[in-house]
């Protein structure tokens, strides 16, 4: 089993929608959830921390539910520029800092 | 420029050569990470410095792989022998751990064995 597990997608999807994206961790000592966004053939960049309270910035809300070990990215009003790859990122236990990445959701935002 | 810089951006060898790629993190950041990603998969951890100390080694990096970090700014990793398997992204990430923050990545050395 992935330590953290993604649905590939793609998923597709008209402007103006709203998308969630799910994502499950398997490590319960993970501390530091994130998600990251990747454009074809470019580095990951970070989109956002996630809180056990939640968290939105504009039209981006993400959720972690640590008793399920779930987190959640929730996109309102898609644009066709949100076209990309959208990792769930976990920390490793531990103090190394170092991230155990999925392997990626694909959103597909089309006119 | 004040973020992670890696170069070569592309780098295309013949299998069995030895290739060797930099990585200049973010001056403050004592961190260091190099992940390898393959297409439609994440970014797979291989290796971690704080500072000059290699601290911790994926079991995916062989004796082939091997990198160094010596006066705590910018790494190396080399990768002896090449083979076609070893064709991916290779992306090098720092932080400042102890600020609680994600990574800030570099462009990526993508490299294809022919």
């Known amino acids: 089993r992935k330590e953290v597990e993604q649905d590939p997608g793609p998923f597709n999807v008209p402007e103006g929608a709203t998308v969630a994206f799910n994502c499950t961790y398997s490590?319960?000592?993970?501390?530091?959830f994130f998600w990251y966004r990747q454009d074809c053939r470019k580095e990951p960049k970070l989109l956002m921390s996630?809180?056990?309270s939640g968290n939105e910035d504009g039209r981006f809300t993400a959720q972690l539910n640590r008793a399920s070990q779930y987190i959640s990215l929730l996109i309102r009003d898609s644009k066709l520029s949100d076209s990309a790859t959208y990792l769930c990122?976990?920390?490793?236990?531990?103090?190394?800092?170092?991230?155990?990445f999925g392997q990626g959701t694909t959103l597909q935002v089309k006119p | 420029d004040t973020g992670v810089s890696q170069d070569p951006r592309h780098k295309i060898t013949k299998r069995g050569q030895n290739v060797t790629f930099r990585c200049d993190p973010i001056s403050e950041h004592n961190r260091l990470y190099w992940y390898r990603q393959t297409l439609g998969q994440g970014p797979e951890f291989l290796t971690y410095f704080q500072n000059e100390a290699q601290l911790e080694k994926s079991r995916l990096l062989s004796d082939r792989f091997s990198a160094e970090r010596p006066k705590g700014s910018f790494s190396t990793l080399e990768i002896q022998r090449t083979e076609q398997g070893d064709s991916a992204m290779y992306l090098c990430?720092?932080?400042?751990?102890?600020?609680?923050?994600?990574?800030?990545f570099g462009s990526g050395t993508r490299l294809t064995v022919v």
């Open positions: 996630v809180y056990s």
């Open positions: 990122v976990v920390s490793s236990s531990g103090n190394t800092g170092k991230l155990i």
């Open positions: 990430a720092s932080s400042a751990f102890d600020r609680g923050e994600g990574y800030t």
């Open positions: 490590n319960s000592a993970s501390q530091s």
